[in-house]
Structures are given as C-alpha cells and as structure tokens.
C-alpha cells in the first residue's frame, strides 16, 4: 500500500479480532472491494484515485462440505507519480486473515497479467496437520 508503484506480490497474515472474523460480514465481494478503495487504499482527498474492474468470491472445497471463501478484487490506483493494476484475495481461516496482492505499474500489466491471474488463481489457505 505504501509502494511507488514497482512489480511486487506480498502475502500479509494477520489475526482476527477477538470475536472472529467473517469475509461476508460486510457484504459480498463488490461492496467489500468499493469500502476498500474508497475508504483505505484511495480515500478522498489522498491523491489517488482508483477504479474497481472486477470483485468476486470463490470458495475451496473440502471433505467437510464447507471451503475456505477467497473475495478476489481487480482494481487500478493512480496517483501523480504512479499508476499501477493490483489483483488482491482475501481469506479467513483459523483465525487470520490472509491478504495476497499481486501489483505491477499499468503500463507493463498486458504483459503480466496472464501471471499475476494464474497467482491469484491459485492462492490457498490451509491449517496444518501433524
């Protein structure tokens, strides 16, 4: 977040509140990704500006019948000095909340873009056993 807009993908873990944490507990992916924006990443009067492209949910499945929900949010922050294409999942297990964001500068994104889809595509959460 605090970048200059160079390639880079990062993994942040962090706990949940006390009391747990729910993805949906403030609506669907869409609502969560324009909060985030608007009121995080490119707040008004910040200098930035953003545009959402795409936020949706997918959820891994497992023997239990229940999966892990992935919220995924395709979005573009611009400032003065920088432009730069993010695609961001978020996921809740065990207690933490896991954010992966793939970033890289707009103008080299055609040609990331196919890798940067296949990492977030493929970004799993999981306690271990054993």
């Known amino acids: 977040m605090g970048g200059t807009g160079e390639e880079n993908v ?14 949906d507990r403030f609506g669907d992916a869409r609502n969560q ?25 997918r959820s891994s499945g497992s023997s239990g019948g229940t999966g892990t929900k992935y919220y995924t949010f395709e979005y573009t922050i611009k400032t003065d000095d920088w432009y730069r294409h993010n695609i961001a999942v978020f996921a809740e297990l065990g207690g933490k909340l896991y954010t992966m964001v793939c970033q890289v500068p707009e103008a080299d994104w055609k040609g990331r873009e196919a890798a940067f889809r296949k990492t977030a595509e493929s970004f799993r959460v999981f306690v271990p056993t054993g």
């Open 33 to 57: 990704a324009e909060w985030l924006l608007g009121n995080v990443l490119a707040p008004p009067n910040s200098g930035k500006t953003s545009e959402l492209y795409d936020a949706f949910t």
């Open 10 to 23: 990062s993994v942040i873990v962090a706990r949940s509140p006390p009391g747990g944490f729910r993805l």
